[in-house]
């Protein structure tokens, strides 16, 4: 079966190409997965409308066992909190042993989405290109004939440690700093060959990012998401102020903040009418990065987020997540425009498969089009 549905895509993928010869490589690859994202949401359309028909059936779902499943979940993951919003509307929200909506909490890996989407408004500005060589920012990662590129740092196939050795970068040093340090790291792998979920790339990507974009790593973050969305209790000073922000782990938010977030992407880059990101930055946020290396999940990783659940024809993502270690947990599901946290401040391992079940009673409670 797995055979088959690659054939598939591979098959619609190089009859879609031919009609766009003249684009590069990793061009194509973006553009093909923006066009996926538009026919998800056209196949929807005739189901009945992801816009209109989808955000009647959760108004008028019954969505009151969500109540018994958050209270029960709370006897495994401790206090937490769970927000659903759909097409721009709040549809649920409750908390639980005392947690509260927006109570700020470290989000640890989710913020690896975020610094992913800072990364493609630079790209969006035309300040970057994501397939750019690394050392044309840090020399000491020229590899000769293979190249590293900013796009291996957001996917975790750099070939980089995945994690930062103790003690060699501290919160007194810059961003830029504690980069150059870990750029002169040995290289592992030939960059695309192996997938290694960590800090090491990003916190690289996140130097490059301030040299693009001419201001610091805060000031970026402040100016392209956390103003425009009105994120205004979201930063990285989840460990303090510093001037050395941890790019792939140091965010802290509140579930309504997040939330925000997640209902720009699964809009296609817009949020109260103005743009964030070009949809085909939130495609290529989605789409699989993570081709052909190994240790990457089935569903492949995009940039800064797992892919759930893929269209089985068109390889595009239908349900995103970036779960962080203590349990907050934000995803997106395309094919009902709904957007969720599951907060928690407890053991991702433990919450994890409470995410799992939570996702299969959505399945039951808000499904999507009839047979």
Same mark, same amino acid.
């Given at each position: 079966?797995?055979?088959?549905?690659?054939?598939?895509?591979?098959?619609a993928?190089?009859?879609?190409?031919?009609?766009?010869? $003249?684009?590069?490589?990793?061009?194509?690859? &973006?553009?093909?997965?923006?066009?996926?994202?538009?026919?998800?949401?056209?196949?929807a *359309?005739? #189901?009945?409308?992801?816009?209109?028909?989808v955000?009647?059936?959760?108004?008028?779902?019954d969505?009151?066992?969500?109540?018994?499943f958050l209270?029960?979940?709370?006897?495994?993951?401790?206090?937490? !909190?769970?927000?659903?919003?759909?097409?721009?509307?709040?549809?649920?929200?409750?908390?639980?042993?005392?947690f509260a909506?927006?109570?700020?909490l470290?989000?640890?890996?989710?913020?690896?989405?975020?610094? $992913? $989407?800072?990364?493609? @408004?630079?790209?969006?500005?035309?300040?970057?290109?994501?397939?750019?060589?690394?050392?044309w920012?840090?020399?000491?990662?020229?590899?000769?004939?293979?190249?590293?590129?900013i796009?291996?740092?957001?996917?975790? =196939?750099?070939?980089?440690p995945?994690?930062v050795?103790n003690?060699?970068? =501290?919160?007194?040093?810059?961003?830029?700093? @504690? !980069?150059?340090?870990?750029?002169?790291l040995?290289?592992?792998t030939?960059?695309?060959?192996?997938?290694?979920?960590?800090?090491?790339?990003?916190?690289?990507?996140g130097?490059?990012?301030?040299?693009?974009?001419? $201001?610091?790593?805060?000031?970026?973050?402040?100016?392209?998401?956390?103003?425009? #969305?009105?994120?205004?209790?979201t930063?990285?000073?989840?460990?303090?102020?510093s001037?050395?922000?941890?790019?792939?782990?140091?965010?802290?938010?509140?579930?309504?903040?997040? %939330?925000?977030?997640? =209902?720009?992407?699964?809009?296609?880059?817009?949020?109260?009418? =103005?743009?964030?990101?070009s949809?085909?930055?939130?495609? *290529?946020?989605?789409?699989?990065?993570?081709?052909?290396?190994?240790?990457a999940?089935?569903?492949?990783?995009? %940039?800064?987020?797992?892919r759930?659940?893929v269209?089985?024809?068109s390889?595009?993502?239908?349900?995103?997540?970036?779960?962080?270690a203590?349990?907050?947990?934000?995803?997106?599901?395309?094919?009902?425009?709904?957007v969720?946290v599951?907060?928690? &401040?407890?053991?991702g391992?433990i919450?994890?498969?409470?995410?799992?079940?939570?996702?299969?009673? %959505?399945?039951e409670? #808000?499904p999507?089009?009839?047979?």
């Amino acid at each position: 079966m797995a055979r088959i549905r690659h054939a598939a895509v591979a098959l619609a993928e190089r009859r879609w190409i031919g009609n766009h010869g $003249a684009m590069s490589d990793t061009e194509r690859r &973006d553009a093909w997965g923006a066009a996926a994202v538009r026919r998800i949401r056209h196949v929807a *359309m005739l #189901l009945g409308g992801i816009t209109a028909t989808v955000c009647i059936c959760a108004l008028g779902a019954d969505l009151r066992p969500l109540d018994s499943f958050l209270a029960d979940a709370s006897q495994e993951i401790g206090p937490c !909190a769970l927000s659903l919003s759909q097409n721009g509307v709040t549809i649920y929200e409750e908390a639980v042993g005392g947690f509260a909506l927006d109570q700020p909490l470290r989000i640890y890996s989710a913020t690896k989405w975020l610094s $992913a $989407a800072v990364i493609a @408004c630079l790209a969006d500005d035309a300040l970057l290109s994501m397939d750019e060589p690394v050392a044309w920012y840090f020399p000491a990662l020229d590899l000769g004939d293979v190249v590293m590129t900013i796009r291996h740092l957001f996917a975790h =196939t750099s070939g980089l440690p995945d994690s930062v050795p103790n003690g060699i970068c =501290t919160d007194s040093m810059t961003l830029q700093g @504690c !980069a150059e340090i870990l750029s002169n790291l040995p290289v592992l792998t030939e960059p695309g060959r192996v997938f290694a979920y960590g800090e090491v790339s990003m916190q690289i990507g996140g130097a490059i990012a301030e040299i693009a974009g001419d $201001a610091v790593w805060h000031e970026l973050f402040t100016s392209y998401l956390a103003t425009p #969305l009105g994120m205004l209790a979201t930063d990285y000073e989840a460990f303090g102020a510093s001037t050395n922000p941890v790019i792939g782990g140091g965010a802290r938010s509140t579930v309504r903040d997040y %939330l925000r977030f997640l =209902t720009m992407l699964v809009s296609g880059g817009t949020a109260g009418g =103005t743009r964030v990101l070009s949809e085909e930055a939130v495609a *290529m946020i989605l789409a699989r990065q993570t081709l052909g290396a190994v240790g990457a999940p089935e569903n492949g990783y995009g %940039l800064g987020c797992w892919r759930e659940r893929v269209d089985v024809v068109s390889d595009a993502a239908i349900v995103a997540s970036s779960p962080g270690a203590n349990g907050f947990t934000p995803w997106v599901d395309l094919g009902r425009g709904l957007v969720g946290v599951l907060a928690v &401040d407890g053991d991702g391992a433990i919450v994890y498969p409470v995410f799992q079940r939570l996702l299969a009673l %959505l399945d039951e409670l #808000l499904p999507v089009g009839q047979d």
